[in-house]
């Protein structure tokens, strides 16, 4: 090919740069994932993390269509396609207005808000066999709503406390609900997509430090480490550990061999000693 020729023939493309990586971090409403943020910012500073908020029933589907790399999310999930770490049991408690009886104990049970109209939002996270209480007319389509008609006075509500605390206003306060189900909050991610970058925030969750978490990471140390302890010259001659072979008429040095004590010790003593006798 000429010169004219390789000029006028297309250029191929060049290749594009490969994306940076970067770790998508889905939540539920309840939970807060700043303190795992701030330790992966601080031992992946080169790796952005983006946190995507979603609602419960959401956040599984977001991880089977690839949407997120792993989510903080409420149990039960199937576990055939996800995988889930159980993190910690959240108390469950019952919003009232702050002029409701239930507002005057510490403690109560269902049996205390068994005559009380208790709301039962569309996307409630507690796995109910039967909702306590006498049910709403029609059941609120999110647990904000539901939120709101506790304030109108409509009706109680009973939810995980993360979720009291959120919606938190200054007319409602809410008590400890016992005899009820409790909402479980758990780290989920595709179970045939445990990438590097997973395994890294599962160790940041689990609380490993840099050197004690396991997966690439220390393997990469494993590999520094072995790296940087090179062998002595001793070693590598193969003479390191091992002692001379003594000369032919020596005696090898034991523990039972005689050694001198010092400069005034007696010295050893040879196969024969003294001045030959004469034969008479």
Do not use: C
């Amino acid at each position: 090919m000429t010169g004219s020729d390789a000029s006028s023939s297309p250029s191929a493309p060049a290749p594009s740069a490969s994306p940076a990586a970067s770790f998508r971090l889905a939540y539920v409403p309840g939970v807060t994932p700043s303190k795992w943020v701030r330790i992966w910012q601080e031992r992946l500073p080169d790796v952005p993390l983006e946190l995507v908020q979603v609602e419960a029933a959401e956040a599984a589907g977001l991880l089977r269509g690839r949407l997120a790399d792993a989510a903080f999310l409420r149990l039960p999930v199937d576990r055939t396609e996800l995988s889930a770490i159980p993190l910690y049991t959240e108390t469950t408690v019952v919003v009232v207005p702050k002029d409701h009886l239930v507002a005057a104990a510490d403690e109560v049970t269902v049996e205390d808000i068994a005559d009380d109209i208790v709301l039962h939002p569309l996307d409630d996270t507690l796995d109910w066999e039967t909702p306590p209480g006498r049910p709403a007319f029609e059941r609120p389509a999110t647990t904000a709503d539901a939120i709101e008609l506790v304030a109108a006075g409509i009706g109680l509500l009973v939810v995980p406390q993360s979720l009291a605390r959120l919606y938190h206003r200054k007319d409602l306060t809410y008590r400890t609900l016992t005899g009820t189900p409790q909402s479980q909050v758990a780290l989920s991610w595709p179970e045939d997509a445990t990438t590097d970058l997973v395994e890294d925030f599962i160790g940041i969750v689990r609380g490993r430090t840099v050197n004690s978490s396991r997966g690439r990471r220390s393997d990469e140390q494993a590999a520094k480490t072995a790296k940087d302890a090179k062998p002595t010259k001793a070693a590598k001659s193969g003479k390191a550990g091992r002692s001379e072979k003594p000369k032919q008429g020596q005696k090898p040095q034991g523990s039972g061999a005689r050694r001198r004590t010092g400069a005034g010790g007696p010295a050893p003593r040879s196969g024969r000693s003294g001045k030959p006798r004469r034969r008479s």
